[in-house]
């Protein structure tokens, strides 16, 4: 059912504020969801937001990417999955990329993927930066291979 291994997890399901005119969950909820699965990771990681101010750096989002598969509706009970996912480069460099899936509990099917390209920032000044000793420990022993 998982695009990779030992996804992240978090059980999300839409509610009435969640649903837009065409009665089916909002485009923008799902983004709003994996923001919320990618703290959840980054603080089981060991990283929160006071760390990231604490070491004056950020993993900040370059890019973002979603496939909206399926429809979600009222009470659907949906796992999201989230992976730091190995591109090219070193680890500690100032890049990483999470990629996101979504699955609807009834049957397993998929009704989202995504991706962020990260890139590490200093807080203070927005400027591009490697990512700190802290950063490297956490996230880099969590990456798993894209398999390409």
């Known amino acids: 059912m ?3 291994p030992h996804p992240h997890t978090l059980s999300v399901s839409p509610q009435p504020g969640d649903i837009d005119g065409l009665n ?7 983004v709003k969801w994996c923001e919320q699965v990618a703290w959840s990771h980054s603080e089981h990681l060991g990283l929160t937001l006071d760390d990231y101010r604490r ?6 989002i370059r890019r973002s990417e979603y496939d909206y598969l399926l429809a979600t509706y009222l009470g659907e009970p949906l796992t999201i999955g989230t992976w730091l996912v190995a591109r090219g480069g070193n680890a500690g460099s100032a890049s990483m990329e999470r990629r996101f899936q979504i699955v609807r509990s009834s049957d ?11 890139v590490c920032i200093q807080l203070s000044n927005g400027r ?8 490297v420990d956490a996230y880099v022993s969590a990456v798993v291979s894209d398999g390409s």
């Open 108 to 118: 397993g099917a998929t009704v989202l993927r995504g991706r962020w390209e990260l």
């Open 24 to 30: 089916h969950t909002n485009n923008a909820v799902y």
């Open 2 to 4: 998982w695009d990779y």
């Open 55 to 60: 070491l004056d750096r950020a993993m900040a």
């Open 128 to 135: 591009v930066r490697r990512m700190p000793e802290e950063f």
